[in-house]
């Protein structure tokens, strides 16, 4: 406890394009002093509903990299914690309260995690490796930055505790199996140059053997079959997912040129 005023917390959101989302976002971080959304030009209603909504509207290019947008979203917090949320994220009832309960007590040698539900096609997520899939959102602004251009991390010198499970996030990562096949593309394609920057190759076991591999952990040994239908499904395409990943390792370095009749 630092004494004197109360502290004050700012909830951060950074959108582009979130007018189905933001609304339900910005309600459910009513708890905080002040919501700062960070708005990449949006070319739909986001902004104007955010502002309607009461929060404060920023806008800053992404220009691809998320943790300097991240970062730029705090120096403009007024609070002294900063509790990030994303458009397509949720604070349940239980992490509103639990949070508000931190920043009140306002003892500021903790950073915490907090679990998050993801939900498809309006299920819950609760097995094959999905949950409580814990993320770092709550902490103090002071000396808190992140860097990463699509994974960030969060760079500070404070204490991570978890938060209960029961204290979580809901998050909705797909919006339909468009959406869900557009970031399995995006996804593997860093992976695999992610790999390749650590000096990995791949080979046709490595097609065979690590798609297999993951799909049978996700859903035997991480119990994703308890999610019925869905776990099968996503388990499967986990299976693509992997392979699409070693395939596209293996090609980095091959051409794709016209040959013509040559060849």
Known sequence: MTGGAMATLSALILAKNEEKN??????????????VVVDDFSTDETAAIAARLGARVVR??????????????????????????????????????????IV???????????ARL????????????????YVIRLLPKKGTYVTGFVHPAFHHGYEEVR????????????????????????YTTLAAEKMQQQGKSACLVDFLLHPAWASFRMYILRGGWRD???????????????????????YLNKTNRHVGDEA
């Open 60 to 101: 800053h290019a992404l220009a691809g990299n998320w943790g300097a947008q991240q970062t730029f979203a705090i120096e403009q917090a007024h609070g002294d914690w900063i509790f990030f949320i994303d458009a397509d994220e949720r604070a349940t009832r239980n992490l509103a309260a639990k949070a508000r309960e």
């Open 22 to 35: 933001i609304a339900d976002c910005i309600k459910s971080v009513a708890f905080a002093d002040e919501v």
């Open 163 to 186: 938060l209960p499970e029961d204290a979580c996030m809901i998050h909705y990562p797909y919006r339909d199996w468009n959406h869900y096949f557009s970031k399995l593309n995006f």
């Open 118 to 133: 993801n939900y498809f096609w309006e299920q819950p997520l609760r097995h094959g490796g999905w949950f409580p899939d």
């Open 104 to 114: 009140d007590a306002d003892d500021r040698r903790y950073a915490y995690l907090n």
């Open 228 to 250: 019925g239908r869905i776990g099968f499904v996503l388990a499967a395409f986990h299976y693509f997912y992997t392979m699409a990943k070693y395939v596209k390792l293996y």
